[in-house]
């Protein structure tokens, strides 16, 4: 990979043997902490979504389900919706991660690395970057936003049972 697209590249290569060891030991000690954090916030969001999914479906769907509004029963739809999009948009993410670190090993393979030269400024790894981006950014939006409208949902349909039941 040319200078060009690797800023860093010179300059990493004129730090002494056991400097540069020590700054790619502390860059893979962030790596990994940063990775294991982005884990268990994904799993955090997809167990919670599942959850609220599962509860509310469960909740609204069965038979004796308290009875609600043309538009309660639109909103909920609207937050199913949110929910399961959180759902696919996560799930999807954390599939392209492992498809990114495969590609990367891949990129590695039969190489002695120096540092990320081999992938920084690399196209298919900015797409992949954007990309999960992307989707991570977009299915959080929508995790908070059906997450938060669901509670709302809840707080009306209570207060309007409560309202029918004092009558």
Request: net charge positive; charged share 20%.
């Amino acid at each position: 990979m040319d200078t060009a697209s690797n800023k860093h590249g010179i300059e990493r290569r004129k730090i002494k043997p056991k400097d540069q060891e020590k700054y790619l030991e502390r860059k893979s000690a962030f790596r990994i902490d940063f990775r294991q954090r982005f884990d268990l916030f994904a799993k955090t969001v997809l167990v919670t979504t599942g959850g609220a999914l599962t509860i509310s479906m469960t909740l609204f769907l069965k038979d004796d389900a308290p009875k609600l509004m043309p538009e309660q029963l639109l909103q909920l739809k609207w937050i199913w919706i949110f929910l399961l999009y959180t759902l696919c948009s996560f799930s999807l993410g954390m599939f392209l991660t492992v498809l990114q670190g495969a590609y990367v090993n891949w990129r590695w393979e039969n190489k002695i690395p120096l540092g990320d030269d081999q992938i920084s400024g690399n196209k298919k790894m900015i797409a992949f970057g954007i990309i999960i981006l992307l989707l991570g950014s977009t299915g959080f939006l929508a995790f908070l936003m059906g997450l938060c409208a669901l509670g709302l949902v809840a707080t009306d349909v209570i207060e309007t049972t409560v309202a029918n039941k004092t009558l």
